[in-house]
């Protein structure tokens, strides 16, 4: 008798699975139609607000979920260290200019571009230290968030969206970003369908005749972190019938030039595909599937401004004498237990690896992409300058003193685990990629990414260019790092 009641259990238990794991978590479009026009731009850079700035910081966040949050956070802490007195309490923070994010990268890349420097006092108790898992089934023994993870997504947009939405952002949209920074912000995720980057820009909401300005921050957030599995596919809509959308001539351009690259070839076809009725329903996952650094948005908004010195304007072009790009890597080496044994993996550690794969190729990619685009960028960058005469250069500059055309120096740094002690690296290693650590953990991250930071050899390179000396180390459970300045005589 007890065996009968167990064996009905049992199926009554597999049953209900079954209709459960048709069940996943199904997510509605998140955008709005735009029927007046095309977007405006994510930031305009105002010429007022780039003074006599010779300095331009770009920095990249990867993916890697809080790890890669709190990792990013401690970059942004040595930057404000840097060159930081009374007179210059943030450093070097008030000279980036430009942030892309994936996957838990994009939390800090959002929240700083949105409110600069001013994210230092609050990430870490506000975000950093949280439970950002307080909405989410992720119970990985329960087997109904299992069957429904694997028939596409046990948590909805709206779990780990609502508490970014309740913990940072408040309800800021795009609009809002354009409105009150100066940080060109870049937010990545997957478009799973065109197997391509897609990144939350004018240019994109424009073939989808939708209006990127109202588009809460939250929400492209939490699409560039929605992990395969974890989170079902979150979707945008194309409302091409409301709106006669055209293709911009520098996409046109790009898109037939047989030396463009194949990402430009990829994301003219793809956009096409938004504003015909071939991709009604977008379905957008992790950035890091296909751009684990978010540096596929560079290639584009060079393609995109078709001169020498795009993405900057040619004020910046002139003004600008030193460019640093950092990219911080925060990921780790992978669990391969299974390669101890036969057999395996299978299941979930099956998908998982296969995932994990994607993401290790497309970072290894996405840097050397990036390296070679920023290198061409600095030389084209030098033959606009030089191709000035004398009356643009005090046009633009507002002087000629002191004019070199040639004085441009490009620093290009990837700051990992890599360079840490190995006892450190261990520590990092153990820590998962998911939305909710434990403290020390998070203070581990945040450590790791200044140390990191300090370590890299590009990046003292631009602080001696520029006259400041490495940061020393910051005392045991401070949260800055005192620089120190070079004298005339040092």
């Known amino acids: 008798m007890n065996c009968s009641l167990q064996r009905a259990r049992s199926a009554l238990i597999f049953f209900s699975v079954l209709i ?56 942004l802490e040595t930057l404000q260290a840097a060159g930081r007195d009374s007179d210059n309490p943030d450093g070097l923070l008030p000279h980036v200019r430009l942030v892309t994010g994936v996957s838990g990268g994009s939390v800090t890349a959002a929240y700083f571009g949105l409110n600069g420097a001013e994210i230092m006092d609050g990430y870490r108790d506000d975000y950093l230290i949280r439970d950002a898992e307080k909405y989410m089934a992720n119970s990985g023994f ?135 009725a071939e991709t009604p329903f977008v379905k957008l996952l992790d950035g890091g599937i296909t751009d684990n650094f978010g540096t596929t948005a560079l290639s584009i908004a060079r393609a ?82 030089c191709s000035l005469s004398t009356a643009q250069v005090r046009r633009l500059r507002g002087t000629t003193s002191g004019w070199d055309c040639r004085d441009v120096k490009l620093f290009v740094g990837e700051v990992s685990f890599d360079g840490l002690g190995s006892d450190m690296r261990a520590q990092l290693n153990d820590i998962p990629t998911r939305l909710k650590l434990p403290v020390e953990q998070v203070d581990l991250a945040i450590q790791a990414g200044r140390l990191a930071t300090r370590q890299n050899a590009e990046f003292n390179g631009f602080l001696r260019s520029v006259g400041i000396t490495r940061p020393s180390a910051p005392a045991a459970g401070a949260t800055q790092i005192a620089p120190t300045r070079i004298t005339p005589d040092g």
Not at 25 to 47: C, H, M, R
Not at 222 to 236: G, R
């Open 20 to 75: 459960i794991a048709g069940c996943a978590a199904t997510n509605q479009p998140i955008n709005q139609p735009k029927l007046d026009g095309s977007n405006a731009p994510i930031v305009e850079v105002d010429s007022d607000a780039l003074a006599d700035d010779s300095l331009f910081i770009g920095l990249a966040f990867s993916g890697g979920g809080m790890r890669a949050s709190a990792f990013s956070y401690g970059m």
């Open 142 to 276: 329960n087997p109904v968030t299992i069957a429904r993870g694997l028939s596409g997504g046990a948590n909805g947009r709206r779990t780990f969206g609502r508490f970014l939405n309740e913990a940072l952002f408040h309800g800021a949209t795009f609009g809002d970003l354009a409105r009150r920074s100066d940080i060109l912000t870049w937010i990545n995720a997957t478009d799973m369908a065109n197997k391509s980057t897609f990144l939350f820009s004018p240019e994109t909401f424009d073939a989808l005749c939708s209006d990127l300005s109202r588009l809460p921050l939250s929400e492209a957030v939490s699409a560039s972190a929605a992990f395969p599995i974890v989170f079902s596919p979150v979707v945008l809509e194309s409302h091409g019938e409301n709106c006669d959308y055209s293709e911009p001539d520098w996409l046109t351009s790009a898109r037939f030039n047989p030396e463009a690259t194949s990402v430009l070839r990829l994301h003219g076809k793809t956009l096409e595909s938004y504003a015909s």
């Open 304 to 385: 995109k401004s078709q001169n020498l010195h795009g993405p900057l304007t040619a004020q910046q072009a002139v003004r600008v004498n030193r460019l640093m790009f950092l990219v911080a890597n925060a990921g780790v080496e992978s669990n391969t237990d299974w390669t101890q044994q036969v057999g395996g993996p299978g299941g979930v550690a099956l998908a998982m690896s296969i995932v994990g794969t994607s993401m290790g190729s497309a970072t290894r990619t996405a840097y050397d992409t990036m390296r070679l685009t920023l290198d061409d960028w600095h030389k084209d960058v030098v033959e606009f300058r």
